[in-house]
């Protein structure tokens, strides 16, 4: 094991400050088209204000990992008076409910920090968020990374295909000599 250091990007949410103008939907919706901006589904956004219009509750939720079965977690929680549930923390697209799956295929959908777009600073639901609800956050950590050789041959063999095998050694060469002087 290897400790590396890695960036980890994640997005905070005040939830008291949401009002549920729902903008991150309808962005993250249109990000996601295809064409990317061609069309406004909010069922299709890897974020989904889960709101409680009668106690004034409005809570933007992340789209997260699949999970194949349903929780068994139905613990209700107040907080600052408002009430939730486990549901409404959960970020995992599952069976119990239909957020975070494609309407048209069912498949399950995961929020990709718009990270297909490398010209953005920042993802788009924060970019549009009207009340500063979402920030966005970069943070360097060291984490224990185990190194897999067939991770290495695996990367190696992609490189000799895309550049070359003569180039890719002479990079390595250049790079290993560079480490010792």
């Known amino acids: 094991m290897a400790k590396i250091k890695k960036i980890v990007k994640s997005i905070k949410v005040d939830a008291d400050k949401c009002n549920g103008c729902r903008a991150c939907e309808i962005i993250?919706?249109?990000f996601h088209a295809t064409p990317k901006y061609s069309s406004v589904n909010p069922a299709r956004a890897r974020i989904q204000v889960i709101s409680h219009r009668l106690k004034n509750i409005w809570l933007?939720?992340?789209?997260?990992?699949?999970?194949?079965?349903?929780?068994?977690?139905?613990?209700?929680?107040?907080?600052?008076g408002k009430e939730y549930d486990d549901c409404a923390f959960c970020r995992a697209s599952?069976?119990?409910r239909d957020f975070f799956k494609e309407p048209d295929s069912g498949l399950p959908l995961k929020c990709d920090m718009c990270q297909d777009d490398s010209s953005l600073s920042k993802p788009k639901c924060v970019e549009k968020c009207l009340n500063n609800v979402l920030t966005y956050e970069e943070k360097e950590e060291e984490v224990e990374e185990e190194v897999r050789l067939e991770d290495v041959q695996m990367g190696l063999e992609f490189m000799i295909d895309k550049y070359g095998f003569q180039n890719v050694l002479d990079t390595v060469s250049r790079i290993a000599v560079s480490k010792r002087g």
């Open 28 to 30: 993250c919706s249109t």
């Open 60 to 80: 933007p939720v992340f789209a997260g990992e699949y999970a194949p079965a349903e929780c068994m977690g139905r613990n209700k929680y107040v907080i600052d």
């Open 94 to 96: 599952c069976p119990s």
